[in-house]
């Protein structure tokens, strides 16, 4: 009896199994039929735009900016299709005929979510690729451009540039991060303590929602414009297009990155940048990266310190400066070096040797982040007291040889002192020092061990507790963590159980996203793990 049991189990599973298959082959059918009829006339420009798994180039497309390789195995679930709309109209199919399917939408811009949440589901999917949604068009005389959610940072930066040397606009420092969720999340950067984030200076934005209509700021109104700029992406509709505001840069900026190791007193230095940084002028960005070496005495593994800061202006200004406020550093003249502001960006990208076009590479080449990896953010209103800097050291230098960690910390400060908590979704502004981001890297071959290096990111973390932000322990939600709370598999979520991790994310402003999604996607069409639930789920 218990063994005809265990059978019809068995064939339970099977039967379910199949049945998934079989309802997702025939959505496939089905969405792609919609596909086609939705504009007879455009069927066959969409007919460009669409990959199936029997496409040859579909594995290609859908690699194309898979930027963590933790989300690229065989177990990682497909997509049933790709779109790569070349018009708000395909957009608006695919919209349609997935609603219509009861397919989820994923939506991908650069492809650096850090949870994959752009391009994986664990129910039948269908991705929106941006990819050839990606034009720049500056207005130089008015400081504004329109900007198509599809294109990188890095062509951001080249395109601003090539128009004007002396425009630029505040946006994150990695050239493949995709503007449009960059902006979504909020978008820190090498300026925001000048500008503010780039959501801060976002003035218009074209979206097409959950209806296939497309609004602008003043058909959207001001709240559902108010949660796109750092709500974090996925939860409203798509956003197609920016228009932002541009800002100076000067015609020289300078550079210092020196590096110390424990053994020449990193712990003490960053205990003091702590004091230092965030009190700095709005005209510097400072970050210190942690990593582990080989010290030079007996080759023996030790932890680096790299002080790396950018400053809007000429070394002259910048040295003394520095000396006056940092002399524990011991900077010299030669350590400060001039150069242009497009010159800086690819320094930061680790491409100096490279001519600014790199920018419009789309590849993973000079990339910081290692081909698979797991991070998490967390939030400073306190400096670290010395000892605990100590003991975050034996954490660091515990990794084995196939681990990369790399800690970012970066000061905060300058205007975002002055801009309200309110002002836009992103929340993490007065009384912040400073951001960590921290990463765990391995090679692709490693994958079978991830949960290896997983769990010793979270041990970390957890060591980081005490220190950090509390009530609520505060995240970044373009740092995506799945660790800190998560809807279910099929994105719905009550109140409750999203706003563990949404007040992480959002503190108090999370009430605000559930409100405007309510208002503006009440069946809650668009949604994944940690998207923002409507208030009656």
Known sequence: MKSLHHSLSLLFIVVCSLSWVSASANSHDDFLECLYSYHPKESSSITQVIFTESNSSYSAVLDSSIRNHRFSTPNTPKPLVIVTPLNISHVQATIHCSKKQGLQI????????????????????????????????????????????????????????????NLTFPAAVAR???????????????????????????????????????????????????????GGGGSFGIVISWKIKLVHVPSTVTVFSVGRTLEQNATQLLHRWQYVAPNLPNDVYSVVTLSTTNGSENRTKTVLATFISLFQGGANDFIPLMQERFPELGLVKEDFIEMTWIESLLLLNGASNETSEILLDRSNRYSFLPPSFKSKSDYVREPMPEIALQGLWPQLLEVDEGGIAVQNIFAYGGIMEEISETETPFPHRKGTLYKIYYNIGWLEEENNNSQRYISWMRKLYSYMGPFVSKSPREAYVNYRDLDIGRNNDDGKAS????????????????????????????????KHEQSIPPGFH
């Open 106 to 165: 994923r939506t991908r811009s650069g492809g650096h979510d850090f949870e994959g949440l752009s391009y994986v589901s664990h129910v039948p999917f269908v991705v929106i690729d941006l990819v050839n949604l990606r034009s720049v068009d500056v207005d130089v005389e008015n400081e504004e451009a329109w900007v198509q959610s599809g294109a990188t940072v890095g062509e951001v930066y080249y395109r601003i540039n090539e128009r004007s040397t």
């Open 495 to 526: 109140y409750k159980q999203a706003s563990i991790w949404g007040r992480k994310y959002f503190k108090n402003n999370f009430d605000r996203l559930v409100y405007v999604k309510t208002k503006t996607d009440p069946k809650n069409f668009f």
């Open 176 to 230: 493949t991060v995709g503007i449009g969720g960059s902006i979504s999340g909020g978008g820190d950067g090498i300026l925001f303590r000048k500008y503010g984030l780039s959501a801060d200076n976002v003035i218009d934005a074209q979206l097409v929602d959950a209806n296939g209509r497309i609004l602008d700021r003043r058909s959207m109104g001001e709240d559902l414009f108010w949660a796109i700029r750092g």
